[in-house]
């Protein structure tokens, strides 16, 4: 079966061809990061306008590269939910568009099924087993979900307040990094960074508590900036090398906040494997404690490329023909959703 999947929930116009025999054929993503950068932060009817501008070519492209043309397609999947309305209309409603013309069944996905289903665009011999345990670290979601099949996601633990992504993105806006702070934090932090240099508070460090909270950890970021004398808006008076510290210091509370409630799930539920996705899931700190934890204790991790671990249409075009080869269909009259829990699916 060959899909092809759409992806515009929030900055990233994606579009991906998958198929079940030959795995993904060609994943394009065209950010929008340079749009939105001069706000500091994601404006959703830019956004809209962007999808639109870019829903053609940037599907036209995936086709070439997957070297098939439209005939070819056995189904169509875009993202309906969670996300910018605006946003998601535009590649729902191509998608649904190019269906009905071409005649083929349509198929909605959820975001976060998307990314928890997006180490399945790894090679056969590094699936996942289920059950297993799925943290979600993204800009706008921070969960754990128990696995259980494709489908079946229980919801364990998420944010109170803001994703882990968000957080980071507001650390960088303060200290006057580039936009997106995620990864602004993260090469500045790869730089030699101290991790221990300022010690910042980790959210709910309760062992039976498995949600997340980042705003305390962003306040005490405040107070610490505003301690030194260097204010909003005069960031760039903080020398290079404390501006480091205070970025490694700050990701290394995401890090170890992150870790803490992953492992403290795993241990709940006697699960042995771990997935880890979402923009966030591309952080080297991250990546590379969870491999270190896991490997002493014996559980199996894995973490999709850096580039599906972002918003990719490769993702969705999987889950999507998961649930097409299940035989769903979906109608035409399906709308988009802003908020939708994954477990309620
Ligand atoms: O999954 P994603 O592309 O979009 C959402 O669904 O939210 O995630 C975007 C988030 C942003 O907050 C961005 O700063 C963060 O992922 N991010 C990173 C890195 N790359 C992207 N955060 C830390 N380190 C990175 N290397
Ligand atoms: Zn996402």
Redesign the pocket.
């Known amino acids: 079966m060959i899909v092809l999947g759409i992806e515009s929930?929030?900055d990233?116009t994606a579009a991906a061809v998958i198929d079940s025999r030959r795995g993904i054929l060609s994943s394009v993503v065209r950010s929008q990061i340079k749009d939105h950068a001069p706000y500091g932060g994601v404006i959703p009817e830019l956004a809209a306008r962007k999808h639109i501008e870019a829903i053609v070519p940037v599907t036209q492209e995936a086709l070439k590269q997957a070297n098939i043309s439209l005939n070819t397609l056995d189904g169509i999947a875009a993202t309906f939910a969670p996300?910018l309305v605006g946003a998601l209309l535009i590649g729902l409603s191509f998608a649904k568009a190019l269906a009905w013309s071409l005649k083929r069944p349509f198929v909605g996905v959820h975001?976060l099924e998307g990314?928890l289903l997006s180490p399945f665009l790894k090679p056969e011999d590094s699936h996942p087993h289920f059950p297993f345990l799925g943290l979600i670290?993204?800009?706008?979601?921070t969960s754990l979900y128990k696995v259980n099949d494709f489908g079946r996601y229980e919801l364990l633990g998420k944010t109170v307040d803001d994703?882990?992504?968000?957080a980071?993105?507001k650390a960088?806006k303060l200290l006057g990094l580039p936009y997106?702070?995620?990864?602004a934090?993260?090469?500045l932090s790869r730089e030699g960074g101290n991790p221990k240099a300022y010690d910042f508070p980790i959210g709910f460090p309760q062992r039976d508590n498995l949600n997340f909270s980042f705003s305390g950890l962003k306040t005490a970021l405040v107070y610490t900036v505003k301690k030194m004398g260097a204010i909003r808006d005069k960031e760039k008076s903080i020398p290079l090398e404390i501006k480091r510290d205070l970025c490694t210091s700050f990701?290394e509370a995401v890090v170890q906040a992150l870790i803490r409630k992953a492992f403290f799930a795993l241990e709940k539920t006697g699960l042995k494997e771990l997935v880890v996705t979402?923009?966030?899931a591309?952080?080297?700190r991250?990546r590379d404690e969870i491999e270190r934890k896991s490997k002493k204790i014996g559980i199996r991790v894995t973490i999709p490329d850096?580039k599906f671990?972002?918003?990719n249409a490769a993702m969705i075009a999987y889950a999507g023909m998961i649930r097409l080869e299940r035989g769903q269909r979906d109608p035409f009259s399906l709308n988009a959703v802003s908020r939708l829990p994954l477990e309620s699916l």
């Open positions: 929930s929030c990233e996300g975001h990314h670290v993204s800009g706008g979601h994703a882990a992504g968000e980071l993105d960088g997106p702070g995620g990864i934090i993260d090469r990701q979402g923009g966030v591309a952080n080297h991250l850096s671990c972002t918003d």
